[in-house]
């Protein structure tokens, strides 16, 4: 079975450009996360979908960033304009449902660097 | 309010030793899964073990365990006979039932196995 993809895997930008990032969940997962993790810290929340609506998304900051997972399936990430704390690694996850017994699978990250 | 505590940024422990690391939970919900994630150097998020609140055994998986104890709101994990591939950072998540199901993280615990 083929797990998260996230891509690109990296990428370095000046502020105030825009970055997009895409995430493929585990085939049948309704449950999408997208995370944003500063380093040295764990994980923050930035939005949750189910199928291709959206559960969570009060720690995304709309001003810049937006978020939709089409069709239920996979989903982009957009920052526009970037800003210096923007500088992270930014993780997909996907689980089969919203079981309190599911685990969710994550994908390798991507990691953005903002100048 | 949702909260997740890890009070060790580091632990260091020798080959073939034990080590548990500690994780404290704060939630008024009744029905809640806890989980651990190991996360090497190069970024991915790996699942380990879960335990549900209603889960009346300790879970195990492999060399790992979660020493779950209810009252004082603590999911240790204990980490059996310790390989040099067990070098990672370790973070403690909580699902709760009521709260859309998101998960909370706490801030890791960086481990390092000596040889």
């Known amino acids: 079975e083929a797990g998260v993809a996230q891509s690109p895997r990296y990428k370095i930008i000046e502020k105030r450009q825009s970055v997009a990032f895409w995430c493929n969940p585990i085939s049948g997962h309704a449950t999408l996360y997208w995370y944003q993790q500063i380093l040295g810290q764990g994980p923050k929340l930035l939005i949750q979908?189910?199928?291709?609506?959206?559960?969570?998304d009060s720690q995304l900051p709309k001003d810049r960033f937006s978020a939709e997972r089409l069709k239920g399936v996979d989903s982009t990430l957009k920052i526009q304009p970037a800003k210096l704390e923007d500088s992270a690694v930014y993780l997909c996850?996907?689980?089969?449902?919203?079981?309190?017994?599911?685990?969710?699978?994550f994908g390798p990250g991507t990691r953005l660097l903002v100048l | 309010a949702q909260k997740i505590t890890q009070t060790q940024p580091g632990m260091f422990v020798q080959e073939k030793e034990a080590v548990t690391l500690d994780c404290t939970y704060d939630t008024s919900d009744q029905s809640y899964g806890l989980f651990w994630y190991k996360q090497p150097s190069s970024g991915e998020m790996i699942f380990l073990i879960y335990?549900?609140?209603?889960?009346?055994q300790n879970a195990t998986e492999g060399r790992y365990s979660l020493n779950f104890q209810k009252a004082r709101k603590s999911a240790n994990l204990v980490i059996s006979a310790s390989q040099l591939g067990d070098s990672a950072m370790y973070f403690c998540?909580?699902?709760?039932?009521?709260?859309?199901?998101?998960?909370?993280f706490g801030t890791g615990t960086s481990l390092t196995v000596i040889p």
């Open positions: 998540a909580m699902r709760p039932w009521n709260t859309g199901n998101q998960f909370y």
């Open positions: 979908f189910q199928n291709n609506g959206v559960v969570d």
């Open positions: 996850a996907s689980s089969p449902s919203r079981s309190l017994l599911e685990t969710q699978y």
């Open positions: 335990q549900g609140s209603y889960d009346e």
